[in-house]
């Protein structure tokens, strides 16, 4: 987690305002703002999951590393 726990944070803070920004700014009847919008949440989503996936990789081999070294 160390190495990737703060850039998958700070990519889905990143993700999430363009898409908050854009639903602030108005989604207009183009189909390419509303496919902009939903890629910026899905990608968001994709970053706070990758996020967990690692603290639940680190932890997994820490307490793997503690087994093995008793």
Not at 4 to 16: D, E, H, T, V
Not at 17 to 26: A, P, W
């Amino acid at each position: 987690m160390e190495r990737y726990g703060k850039w998958n944070l700070l990519g889905a803070a990143a993700f999430l305002s363009v898409g908050i920004f854009s639903l602030v700014k108005g989604v207009g009847p183009e189909w390419y703002s509303y496919v902009t919008v939903v890629v910026a949440f899905l990608a968001s989503a994709a970053w706070i999951f990758r996020f967990v996936y690692e603290v639940r990789k680190s932890k997994t081999e820490e307490s793997s590393d503690r087994a093995s070294s008793t």
